[in-house]
T-cell receptor, first 111, second 112 residues
Framework: DAKTTQPTSMDCAEGRAANLPCNHS???????VYWYRQIHSQGPQYIIHGLKNNETNEMASLIITEDRKSSTLILPHATLRDTAVYYC????????????FGKGTKLSVKP | KAGVTQTPRYLIKTRGQQVTLSCSPI?????VSWYQQTPGQGLQFLFEYFSETQRNKGNFPGRFSGRQFSNSRSEMNVSTLELGDSALYLC???????????FGQGTRLTVV
């Protein structure tokens, strides 16, 4: 079973920041938080991951709370092409590789 | 650098037949995982291979099998196809088992 809880759907205005929350209250000390997204009918795309420090790359920022029970993925300037299903996944470092996907958040970016 | 390549992209098979899907990982990646995606069940893990060895397996019947070759390319096979096997089959590769995975575009299998 997925270890994360995400809202089913969210809307965001084009050009504004999209903040996607994820709850992972049972996360263990050695588990990382990964974010992927899937645009319709394509393979999932890796976005970012982190353990306890905030992370930023060219696509997004990941903010993890101090107690690690929740996190937020931030797309700083959402575009129409960011419309997708976003998956938050927790996974142990050194795990055997399988990702357990929940239902994710359907983000709709509107003009 | 080329991404993960899956072939074929689309496939139509008849119930009872078998099918083989192919995945070429990103160069240098030794871990390959397979997933099934259906509207009802979402994305579900099938199995993972690392250096030609199956390291993990999801909860699927024995009709689903796979293998990995010495060049890290992988194949999955489904025998005695059922209508419920209609799905998008996705392959992901990573450098090691615990690093970020990169997915291919998938093979859309339709069983009629």
């Amino acid at each position: 079973d997925a270890k994360t809880t995400q809202p089913t759907s969210m809307d965001c205005a084009e050009g504004r920041a999209a903040n996607l929350p994820c709850n992972h209250s049972t996360i263990s000390g050695n588990e990382y938080v990964y974010w992927y997204r899937q645009i319709h009918s394509q393979g999932p795309q890796y976005i970012i991951h982190g353990l306890k420090n905030n992370e930023t790359n060219e696509m997004a920022s990941l903010i993890i709370t101090e107690d690690r029970k929740s996190s937020t993925l931030i797309l700083p300037h959402a575009t129409l092409r960011d419309t997708a299903v976003y998956y938050c996944i927790v996974r142990a470092g050194g795990s055997q590789g399988n990702l357990i996907f929940g239902k994710g958040t359907k983000l709709s970016v509107k003009p | 650098k080329a991404g993960v390549t899956q072939t074929p992209r689309y496939l139509i098979k008849t119930r009872g037949q078998q099918v083989t899907l192919s995945c070429s990982p990103i160069s240098g990646h030794r871990s390959v995982s397979w997933y099934q995606q259906t509207p009802g069940q979402g994305l579900q893990f099938l199995f993972e291979y690392f250096s030609e060895t199956q390291r993990n397996k999801g909860n699927f019947p024995g009709r689903f099998s796979g293998r990995q070759f010495s060049n890290s390319r992988s194949e999955m096979n489904v025998s005695t196809l059922e209508l419920g096997d209609s799905a998008l089959y996705l392959c992901a590769s990573s450098q090691r088992a615990n690093t970020e995975a990169f997915f291919g575009q998938g093979t859309r299998l339709t069983v009629v």
